[in-house]
């Protein structure tokens, strides 16, 4: 701007202030008395916002703050220090598959942005509680299953036994033993009884077999043969079993007779 528009712009800011602020006037005093006072307060406000505030929080020295767990509190500790932060074991617990000591939680979560002289909380393993194997012997597998589940563990494997002395479907024993203390979380397997084992057997399947291997596997099985009827079938070679008696996987009692149905020429 040249000298010449400064002057004009002085000129007319004069005229502007001698036409609605009249020298002497109350009302020039008053835009003066306030209006000064408060273009100073924002004027101030803005150098504490942009300037000071800044460097009181160090805003410019905030940084990512890393993921510590699954690492050990003993090897964090002079990773903090070079940081700058400090850090507070807010709890501790147990953790299957964690050793003891070992991260595993933090606030603030890996990736918050953080100043120098936080403080991190920490999450702490206790390592894995180890609990005592309930005793469930004598119990049906569903109340076994609840007493496992109660004291921390898990269903395994079922096996099956045949006892004439033992209720059927309860348990006979589970391994590891009652008694015996394993990591929480860990699988109970389970010997059931299933039954006496001279009282039943299942049918098996002889449709489509030569009578004489059907009859062989109906007495292996500890069953006769009973009826044996005959049906023209040109589908099948003379002397093939059509029909049996009993389905399939029916359970028998040992020596049930079973009726077939065998095609003739």
């Given at each position: 701007?040249?000298?010449?528009?400064?002057?004009?712009?002085?000129?007319?800011?004069?005229?502007?202030?001698?036409?609605?602020?009249?020298?002497?006037?109350?009302?020039?005093?008053?835009?003066?008395?306030?209006?000064?006072?408060?273009?100073?307060?924002?004027?101030?406000?803005?150098?504490?916002?942009?300037?000071?505030?800044?460097?009181?929080?160090?805003?410019?020295?905030?940084?990512?703050?890393?993921?510590?767990?699954?690492?050990?509190?003993?090897?964090?500790?002079?990773?903090l220090e070079e940081l700058h932060l400090g850090y507070q074991i807010s709890a501790e617990e147990y953790s299957p598959g964690e050793e003891k000591g070992t991260i595993i939680g933090q606030f603030p979560i890996a990736g918050t942005k953080v100043k120098p002289g936080r403080v991190i909380k920490f999450v702490i393993s206790i390592g894995t509680k180890i609990v005592s194997i309930p005793m469930v012997a004598g119990k049906s597998v569903r109340q076994a299953t609840l007493d496992l589940e109660t004291a921390g563990l898990k269903l395994g494997e079922i096996a099956w036994a045949v006892s004439d002395t033992i209720p059927e479907k309860v348990v006979v024993f589970s391994?590891?033993?009652a008694g015996v203390e394993v990591p929480m979380g860990s699988a109970v397997n389970l010997m059931v009884n299933r039954g006496r084992a001279t009282d039943y057997v299942f049918m098996p399947k002889v449709i489509g077999m030569a009578l004489a291997d059907a009859k062989r596997v109906i007495e292996d099985k500890g069953l006769k043969v009973g009826l044996v009827s005959y049906r023209t079938n040109e589908n099948y070679l003379p002397e093939t079993v059509l029909e049996q008696s009993e389905p399939e996987g029916t359970e028998l009692t040992l020596g049930t007779e079973i009726d077939l149905v065998v095609s003739e020429s």
């Open positions: 701007m040249d000298s010449f528009s400064f002057s004009k712009v002085a000129t007319q800011s004069t005229a502007f202030l001698g036409k609605y602020l009249p020298p002497g006037s109350r009302r020039r005093r008053l835009t003066f008395a306030i209006g000064i006072p408060i273009l100073a307060f924002l004027v101030f406000l803005c150098i504490i916002d942009s300037i000071v505030m800044p460097i009181v929080t160090r805003q410019h020295s905030a940084f990512v703050l890393p993921d510590f767990t699954k690492q050990k509190i003993v090897d964090v500790d002079s990773k391994y590891p033993a």
